[in-house]
Nanobody, 125 residues
Framework: QVQLVESGGGLVQPGGSLRLSCVASGFTQSLRVYAIGWFRQAPGREREGVSCISPGDEGTYYTDSVKGRFSISRDNAKNTVYLEMNNLKPEDTAVYYC????????????????WGRGTQVTVSS
């Protein structure tokens, strides 16, 4: 049974940093063969693609609002994907989800097959 579990969210002041983790289990193939995306959903808004990493780690993508501040990476040996978030802003407040087996770049919700339950990130002073 495929499972994705996000962690690392929390309350942080503007300008602060967080590192989100997504641990995957139950996949029959190495995580390396899949595109993995990070999405977020703020209250009253649609879920949006924030970042993704392509199969084989050939490339990464960031939505314009997080470029230069967020960084995606993965450790295939640990079946874990990370989202390093720096210089956080109040508008980054959302539930963050990881998802597996979609397209990268420009990840879209409908493209991805497997989803975690999310982790809350709140940026506030």
């Amino acid at each position: 049974q495929v499972q994705l579990v996000e962690s690392g969210g929390g309350l942080v002041q503007p300008g602060g940093s967080l590192r989100l983790s997504c641990v995957a289990s139950g996949f029959t193939q190495s995580l390396r063969v899949y595109a993995i995306g990070w999405f977020r959903q703020a209250p009253g808004r649609e879920r949006e693609g924030v970042s993704c990493i392509s199969p084989g780690d050939e490339g990464t993508y960031y939505t314009d609002s997080v470029k230069g501040r967020f960084s995606i990476s993965r450790d295939n040996a640990k079946n874990t994907v990370y989202l390093e978030m720096n210089n956080l802003k109040p508008e980054d407040t959302a539930v963050y989800y990881c998802a597996v087996n979609g397209l990268c770049p420009r990840p879209k919700v409908y493209q991805y097959d497997y989803w975690g339950r999310g982790t809350q990130v709140t940026v506030s002073s």
